[in-house]
Structures are given as structure tokens and as C-alpha cells.
Antibody, heavy 126, light 106 residues
Framework: EVQLVESGGGLVKPGGSLRLSCAAS????????MSWVRQGPGKGLEWVGH??????????DYAGPVKGRFTISRDDSKNTLYLHMNSLKTEDTAMYFC?????????????????WGQGTTVTVSS | DIQMTQSPSSLSASVGDRVIITCRAS??????LNWYRQKPGKAPNLLIY???TLQSGVPSRFGGSGSGADFTLTISSLQPEDFATYYC?????????FGQGTNLEI
């Protein structure tokens, strides 16, 4: 079964740091482009960033509000994706989802996300 | 950044109804448009990619159309599990922005 399981969420004070993990199983993680998407309480979806597969350079890209504060990394030997969050702000409070780019047919060219984790909650509050 | 605007923001309908949700991009994005459904308390799931291609396993009552800057998601006959929030997302460039969502209510 293809599965993504996030962990590492919790309560953190403004200015603090947190690392989220996303454990992957059931597919070839090393070939997958992976993304983080967040959803504030009662709000819509917000793309946080992505990391390409190692064969595509493992480069990263980020949304403006998190650029310079968040870092996405991956450990292919552990089939795990990470989101390192620094200088956290109250507006970073959200459910954080990891997601995999689709691989069927031409879907990868459209960067749709076909497998999602259940999410992990991050609360930034004093 | 490309802005994505969905309409309506909320919609009331009944089982068996046909509904249409629209999504407009702030610039030409070709066919780089994906649709997701998010049930309450759950992660989103992919319905349509490339504006009109049904993702494997998604029921045929879902259909997508459009290109350039204007897109639609049509649900031909609403089922109980379709009462959820729907999001469009552009994948023309990064950041891969989402629409604000359309909440489909009974």
C-alpha cells in the first residue's frame, strides 16, 4: 500500500524551531518529487515547497512566506522527507501535509499530487 | 505569483444535482491545472490533472475542462461523498498556488 505518514508536529513558541518528518512506503521514494502543503485553521490549502528527486538534482523551491525560514530535505536511505522550520511565526500555525507527485503517464509533467499523508499539526503560540 | 480565483466560494446542492465550479488564473497557464477534493478532516485527493484528465480510480461523474486562464470542474450527479471542499491548483510555475476553495454543502 502506498502510504505517507507525517510526524513531529506540536506546540512551539514564536521564534522557535521544529522538524517535521514524512515516512514513505509502498513506492520508489528515491524517484519521487515530494511536496509540503499546509492548511491553517479553517483556511484553504497553501503550497509550502517541494524537493525534486535525486536524479533530477534534489533541488528545492519554496513559497514566499517561508523562504529563508523553512528547508525541505530528504533521506532516500530512510524513505523519509523532512521539513525544517525555523523562526516560526504565529501565522505558520497549520496542519502540514506531505504529498507525492504523481507518476502515471503524463501526470508528472503537470505536477499533480496523487498521494497525501494524513497531516501533522503545528501550533505556534506563546 | 499566479493568483487562482474560484467561484462560487460556497454552493448548496442536493444528491443527484449537476454542479459546476469555476477557476480563473491571473495569467495564461495552458493546461497546467489540477483539481482536488477535500473531505472534512481528511487530506485532499486528486481528481483531475492537466485540466481534463481524470485521475485513475476517480468516478466518471467528475469532469474538467478549460485552458488558458478559465477552467471548470463539473460533477454530473452529486453523491453523498461529494459534499466537500474543492480546490484548483496551478502547476504552470512555482509557487504552485491553490484557489481559495469551493465548499459544496447539502
Amino acid at each position: 500500500e502506498v502510504q505517507l505518514v507525517e510526524s513531529g508536529g506540536g506546540l512551539v513558541k514564536p521564534g522557535g524551531s521544529l522538524r517535521l518528518s514524512c515516512a514513505a512506503s509502498g513506492f520508489t521514494f528515491t524517484n519521487a518529487w515530494m511536496s509540503w502543503v499546509r492548511q491553517g485553521p479553517g483556511k484553504g490549502l497553501e503550497w509550502v515547497g517541494h524537493i525534486k528527486s535525486r536524479r533530477d538534482g534534489a533541488t528545492t523551491d519554496y513559497a514566499g512566506p517561508v523562504k529563508g525560514r523553512f528547508t525541505i530535505s530528504r533521506d532516500d536511505s530512510k524513505n523519509t522527507l523532512y521539513l525544517h522550520m525555523n523562526s516560526l511565526k504565529t501565522e505558520d500555525t497549520a496542519m502540514y501535509f506531505c504529498a507525492k507527485r504523481c507518476t502515471n503517464g503524463v501526470c508528472p509533467y503537470y505536477h499533480a499530487m496523487d498521494v497525501w499523508g494524513q497531516g501533522t499539526t503545528v501550533t505556534v503560540s506563546s | 505569483d499566479i493568483q487562482m480565483t474560484q467561484s462560487p466560494s460556497s454552493l448548496s446542492a442536493s444528491v443527484g444535482d449537476r454542479v459546476i465550479i469555476t477557476c480563473r488564473a491571473s495569467q495564461n497557464i495552458g493546461f497546467y491545472l489540477n483539481w482536488y477534493r477535500q473531505k472534512p478532516g481528511k487530506a485532499p485527493n486528486l481528481l483531475i490533472y492537466a485540466a481534463s484528465t481524470l485521475q485513475s480510480g476517480v468516478p466518471s461523474r467528475f469532469g474538467g475542462s478549460g485552458s488558458g486562464a478559465d477552467f471548470t470542474l463539473t460533477i454530473s450527479s452529486l453523491q453523498p461523498e461529494d459534499f466537500a471542499t474543492y480546490y484548483c491548483q496551478q502547476s504552470f510555475n512555482t509557487p504552485r498556488t491553490f484557489g481559495q476553495g469551493t465548499n459544496l454543502e447539502i
